[in-house]
């Protein structure tokens, strides 16, 4: 994550990047409008960058039928990422809702689908590079009524490799395997730093119930409701301090900071439930949570002498410049390590996210 700085007259605009989405081989940037432009030219567009090469649309799955304990074998894992990557290629090249609903569920396809839209609307064609991961490590859950397979790997492009890691979640339904959660870890963190996953002498993960709080600092679904109010501004101090510092909320506040001088900005979100959470047991005896929250913020302008505006950067949903007031509500996947109850510090560390502009609205 980053800033840019730009001037425009004497006015400085800075957009904080909330997300930037590499999966799609093109560059489609979320970007939140800093500070309010006064008298200044047109925003710039987004990066007509490209996207994968690949191959045929149908149902993810596993090479050969899954051990009875562990939900699907590392050789069979395999098999899932290298379909699930052919598929993506596929499905970025054509900008398919149809190919992307093939191998994606829950929030990541929604997220996903508002990107193709977007992309459609401010570009006809785009330029297309492959994509791939390296280096994976699987971690399964038991065979079951919903198996989960997790999969920690590094972007790979034709001549460069991500130095951060991105967790890539499958859950298996009755038309086959999904992901359905595909969040990146946050810049400067390393594979080696991220919570290892406890697995028994079988190599099963443990899942972690919602409600479930034993051992934790604080259970699943608490985590959803607390961070949901953090990401928004919002709650005690003592509530923000069961949170380790993270780059979404950091940014968040500069952003809040920069523009309250030109347009007042007020935020909501809450636990996006209609899209399932899952959640592993660590070695540590924490947890490693993955779920979907929703945010909508509004952005009203202050009079001034001068007439002002926000405007959003790289979103085919808010296109122009808004005089009144703009609305932007967007989708946050994170994944978080609940620590024991007794671990010291006793916050919750949210290490990657995933996120995208859903829907949009101003005048």
Known sequence: M????????NLLTEWLEVRKVRRFGWTISS???????????ALPGMDGKASPTASIPGTLHASSAPTPARAVSDQEAASILADYVKRNNVANKARS?????????GSSL??????????RILYKTIRYRPFGYVRPVFRASAAGQRPLLLV???????TTTEKEPTYLLFVREANGWRQMYAPDVFGGTTSKELPAIAVDA????SEVGPT?????????????????????????AA???????????????????????FARSTSTARPATRYPSYTMRTTDGGALTFTTIERTTRYDVRPTQERGYVSHKDSGFLRGRYYTYMKVTELFQVAAHIPPKNAEPGQVKVLAAYSGVIAGSGR
């Open 152 to 158: 920690t790997a590094q972007m790979h492009y034709k």
């Open 31 to 41: 970007f939140m409008a800093g500070c309010l432009l006064t008298g200044c030219s």
């Open 202 to 205: 079988s190599g099963v993960a």
């Open 212 to 236: 479930d709080r034993t051992s934790l600092l604080m259970s699943p679904a608490d985590f959803a409701k607390k961070y949901a109010a953090h990401l928004a501004g919002k709650g005690t």
């Open 97 to 105: 809702d149809t190919l992307l609903a093939s191998y994606e569920g």
């Open 110 to 119: 929604t997220i996903d689908k508002a990107d193709y839209a977007s992309s």
């Open 239 to 261: 509530a923000k301090s069961l949170f380790a510092t993270d780059s979404i909320t950091t940014q968040d506040a500069v952003t809040r900071q920069r523009t309250k001088h």
């Open 2 to 9: 980053h800033s840019t700085d730009r001037y425009f007259g």
